[in-house]
């Protein structure tokens, strides 16, 4: 029997932080074991923001290293810009898709109000209102069963599902399929300087935690991370110390030491001294094995890079066939016509 698809997708906008790899990558990670996964690093939506031009490219590769470091197996790998039937299907979507749909997406709004908090250029640019489509179409276009999105994403991927309804109605056929939710157990990381927000590279470099920093930093970042505010009722876990806790069960490290140490808590003996010398010896284990294999991966970048071409060419693939399929059914010229 066939294997269920995945799809996911990654934009490269720098360092990959540990609520980035808990959140999601090592999640990439462990699907691959169960199902044929095609995972993408979209480029063209991060052009959606403000972005330094000379460094797209360079994020681009370095996101592509990361990844592999972590485990994610390169063959399953895609660079969108390198597969431009994804515009091109964006483009067709977008005329099954109404404006007042777009205006609804809660991430334009959010984006659009950080773009223009953060600088004194108010331009908000038409790709980012329009980038849900194109989102969408990086998912029809592989057919994906399956989605792995956070709760902030459900909105999107149902988007994708009413475009994809709304073409199997117009063209009568049953084309695309609906792509499901694939909500999994991933933790949610908060920022070790203020457990009240999620760990973020916008909120600034105190706010994440490196996956591939020196050890000596990560210890660092730990030591200091907020604990107990004093505003935490007896008894109860104050966020900062959760989200400790959360560091080290995501890790799968040391669980005999988290075991000992929610008991600690429990019995109101906990030092936090001690909670933070786990963590940071939790995340420092995996941080070695990750900087290793980054080292070793970087020692011969020509192969990984000729690797990502040419899976990113047999996947394009199937994109082509999509594309080609769905020009016929809604009426467009094709090669042979």
Not at 4 to 23: A, R
Request: contains cysteine; proline residues 3%.
């Amino acid at each position: 029997m066939s294997r269920k698809q995945v799809l996911s997708c990654i934009q490269p906008t720098g360092h990959m932080h540990f609520g980035n790899y808990f959140g999601a990558v090592a999640n990439w990670v462990n699907l691959q074991e169960d199902y044929d996964c095609v995972y993408g690093v979209v480029d063209y939506h991060a052009m959606t923001m403000p972005y330094k031009v000379d460094k797209l490219r360079t994020t681009s590769w370095d996101l592509i290293l990361n990844l592999a470091a972590v485990g994610v197996d390169p063959s399953n790998l895609f660079v969108q810009s390198l597969v431009p039937e994804h515009t091109e299907l964006g483009w067709i979507l977008s005329c099954f898709c109404s404006y007042g749909q777009l205006t609804r997406m809660t991430q334009f709004k959010d984006k659009s109000q950080q773009n223009t908090e953060e600088s004194s250029d108010t331009f908000v640019s038409a790709g980012l209102f329009g980038y849900p489509v194109l989102q969408a179409a990086d998912i029809l276009i592989y057919k994906a069963d399956y989605v792995p999105v956070g709760k902030d994403q459900s909105q999107h991927l149902e988007l994708s599902r009413n475009i994809a309804q709304r073409f199997n109605n117009q063209v009568g056929k049953e084309y695309f399929v609906l792509p499901e939710s694939l909500f999994t157990d991933t933790p949610k990381i908060k920022s070790t300087a203020d457990p009240m927000r999620k760990m973020s590279k916008s909120a600034g470099e105190k706010h994440f935690i490196n996956v591939f920093d020196s050890e000596e930093r990560i210890r660092k970042q730990i030591r200091s991370a907020v604990t107990d505010a004093g505003d935490t009722p007896e008894g109860e876990m104050s966020p900062g110390v959760e989200n400790l806790f959360e560091l080290i069960k995501a890790t799968g490290e040391h669980q005999q030491s988290y075991e000992d140490l929610i008991q600690q808590h429990n019995a109101g003996s906990l030092k936090y001294v001690d909670l933070k010398q786990v963590a940071a010896d939790a995340l420092v284990g995996l941080n070695r094995t990750f900087v290793e294999n980054r080292a070793e991966l970087a020692s011969n970048k020509k192969e990984l890079k000729n690797k990502i071409k040419q899976s990113s060419f047999e996947i394009r693939k199937q994109a082509q066939e999509t594309l080609k399929e769905v020009k016929e059914l809604v009426g467009l010229m094709n090669v042979r016509f």
